[in-house]
């Protein structure tokens, strides 16, 4: 079982920036990929971006790319995930998942594909 807290969130404005993180509560941290995803009300829960074990693969929404960047710190059982030049309309509940990914290099971006979720921090970004 692995536990994961999400941090970070808040109110920003338009073109501010957040680092979210995500704190795992496992002593095999390196034996999941993490992923970040998001929901806004009314709205479906979508994709961000994800990370391998070892941080040597990242994927994005096509979307975000180039505003927001996912990494880990395995020292620290830690993911983050850096938002920058925020807009109104990424604001939602950013939720971190961890998938058991055997040392794998492929991420995945399909949120049926992790096994544990955190609990969400809310964005906001105001106009």
């Known amino acids: 079982q692995v536990q994961l807290v999400e941090s970070g969130g808040g109110l920003v404005q338009t073109g501010g920036s957040l680092r979210l993180s995500c704190a795992a509560s496992?002593?095999?941290?390196?034996?999941?990929?993490m992923g970040w995803f998001r929901q806004a009300p009314g709205k479906e829960r979508e994709f961000v971006a994800a990370i391998s074990w070892s941080g040597g693969s990242t994927y994005y929404a096509d979307s975000l790319k180039g505003r927001f960047t996912i990494s880990r710190d395995n020292a620290k059982n830690t993911a983050y995930l850096q938002m920058t030049s925020l807009k109104p309309e990424d604001t939602a509940v950013y939720y971190c998942?961890?998938?058991?990914?055997?040392?794998?290099?492929?991420?995945?971006?399909?949120?049926?594909?992790?096994?544990?979720w955190g609990q969400g921090t809310q964005v906001t970004v105001s106009s």
């Open positions: 496992t002593r095999t941290f390196t034996n999941y990929a």
């Open positions: 998942a961890a998938e058991r990914s055997w040392y794998s290099t492929v991420v995945k971006a399909t949120a049926n594909e992790y096994e544990y």
